[in-house]
């Protein structure tokens, strides 16, 4: 597994998640229950992480999204 992204907006993990399901791309969030380890105040961001295999398609799926600037480089 590769990371994709990181970030604190749920809004767009949630819809980046919604994506990545519709093109039938597998992923794990990881760090996301870390909020109550500290506090809430979204020191550590969510990351989402694919398959090897996956990321090329993936990638270019978020760039077509609008959502480039979010990648992981």
Sequence with gaps: MVELLR???MVM???VR???QSEH???VGLDEH???MEGNI???PRRLMVDDADL???RQLLRDAGLGHALTP
Excluded: E, F, Q
Aim: glycine letters at 4%; zero cysteines; aromatic letters at 10%.
């Design 7 to 9: 970030s604190n907006d």
């Design 25 to 27: 791309i597998r992923y």
């Design 42 to 44: 979204g020191a550590i």
């Design 34 to 36: 870390m909020n109550m």
């Design 56 to 58: 090329r398609r993936a």
């Design 13 to 15: 993990l949630s819809y």
């Design 18 to 20: 919604a994506l990545l």
